[in-house]
């Protein structure tokens, strides 16, 4: 008698964005189920580039799933059309479920999302908003250890959300079947403003940290004064324009529990040091 062949469900999982604040703690959680997931980033084995599509076969050969969180992000110039070349090409090559991060209230995440649908995948959208670990991982943690936030964000408040949170839903998407076809929004428990988390950050870190509201071309300047893509300043400016000022339900319809506060994000991160000049 020879063995069962492997079935999509049993197969690998292909995690773009590996190394990235949801991507990592994907894969970790799969590692934890035995489910052998492939990191997909340049430094993978093997390598995987979103603007090299040639990388793309090898990334996916022998994948059953796919978490697909792009980079920089849904709502650049291009990234829809990309996606879609990346999930026809997942298709082609043996994958049947694809989990898409996108974001909420991105016109141009909306584009992606259709042509992931439009691929022949077992899809889920997971539509989420800004990440907590933003301030702690990436790209707020050098204003944090300067002590000022500098956004184009005015008052606006929003639903931070905590990657934790955003992973978990994803690997329950990846993993059960009864996720496929449907789109869920991520929210955490509250709203709230940039000087709210300048001063959930204060409390946690004993230091004193400020927001400073900007224009976005004073952002702009920001950004460019830092040897970051300007882009941002034109993404933040919608994302930060009052359409997210809601709370949402996916954290709680998918898993059962409320998502994580702010409050208990921060006090645990600045345990660990991170947040120290």
């Known amino acids: 008698m020879t063995p069962d062949a492997p079935t999509a469900a049993t197969r690998p999982t292909l995690v773009t964005g590996g190394t990235g604040k949801t991507g990592r703690r994907v894969a970790e959680r799969l590692s934890l189920r035995g489910l052998r997931p492939r990191t997909g980033s340049r430094t993978g084995t093997p390598p ?8 793309w076969d090898a990334a996916l050969d022998g994948m059953g799933s796919v978490y697909l969180s792009y980079y920089p992000d849904l709502a650049f110039p ?3 059309d990309t996606v879609g070349a990346f999930c026809r090409t997942a298709v082609a090559a043996g994958v049947r479920r694809i989990v898409l991060l996108s974001g909420i209230g991105e016109e141009g995440a909306r584009a992606a999302e259709d042509q ?3 691929s022949g995948a077992e899809w889920t ?13 990436c790209f707020f943690l050098p204003p944090v250890l300067a002590g000022e936030l500098a956004v184009p964000a005015a008052d606006t408040v929003a639903p931070f959300v905590d990657a934790d949170d955003v992973a978990d839903v994803a ?4 993993t059960d079947p009864a996720h496929t076809g449907r789109t869920y929004e991520l929210s955490g428990p509250r709203l709230l403003s940039f000087a709210d988390i300048a001063d959930e950050l204060s409390k946690a870190t004993g230091r004193t940290i400020t927001y400073r509201p900007v224009t976005v071309e ?10 970051q893509d300007q882009t941002y300043a034109d993404v933040f400016a919608v994302f930060l324009d009052g359409r997210n000022a809601h709370l949402v339900d996916g954290v ?3 898993l059962g529990r409320a998502p994580r506060d702010f409050t208990d994000f921060a006090r645990e991160t600045a345990a660990t040091g991170v947040w120290t000049p």
């Open 171 to 174: 690997v329950a998407a990846l």
């Open 48 to 55: 995987f580039d979103w603007n090299a599509p040639a990388t």
């Open 78 to 80: 291009g990234a829809a």
């Open 116 to 118: 992931l649908k439009a």
């Open 218 to 227: 004073e952002y702009r300047t920001i950004l460019k004064d830092a040897g």
């Open 252 to 254: 709680r319809q998918v």
């Open 125 to 137: 959208v997971v539509r989420s908003n800004w990440f907590d670990q933003n301030f702690s991982e």
